[in-house]
């Protein structure tokens, strides 16, 4: 059984910042890469950053610049700090975790319930 959790969601003033944490635990052997999505009301759930067990980043461009994705493998962490915050950026947030629980089984994902982010004055 694994469980990804997340928080650090909430409300914030344009141009704030916010950080996000996700904590996976549970029956796993290994972790490749993180990620983090996001879902706006009425939209399309999308990719906003990744990182993988090696360290390398990628980000939709429009958060270059702005957030930034890390992990810590030894806690099975990772987190995105969110700076300089515009209202589209508002969205629920979710984790994800892609996991092996032993070494025979294939990776999958495990996915997080989200966290609300509220960008707003």
């Known amino acids: 059984q694994v469980q990804v959790v997340e928080s650090g969601g909430g409300l914030v003033q344009p141009g704030g910042s916010l950080r996000l944490s996700c904590a996976a635990s549970?029956?796993?052997?290994?972790?490749?890469?993180m990620d983090w999505y996001r879902q706006a009301p009425g939209k399309e759930r999308e990719l906003v950053a990744s990182?993988?067990?090696?360290?390398?980043?990628n980000y939709r461009d429009s958060v270059k610049g702005r957030f930034t994705i890390s992990r810590d493998n030894a806690k099975n962490t990772v987190d995105l700090q969110m700076n300089s915050l515009k209202s589209e950026d508002t969205a629920v947030y979710y984790c994800?975790?892609?996991?092996?629980?032993?070494?025979?089984?294939?990776?999958?994902?495990?996915w997080g319930q989200g966290t609300q982010v509220i960008v707003s004055s």
């Open positions: 990182i993988t067990n090696g360290g390398s980043t």
């Open positions: 549970g029956s796993i052997f290994s972790i490749s890469s």
């Open positions: 994800v975790q892609y996991i092996k629980t032993t070494p025979l089984t294939p990776v999958r994902s495990y």
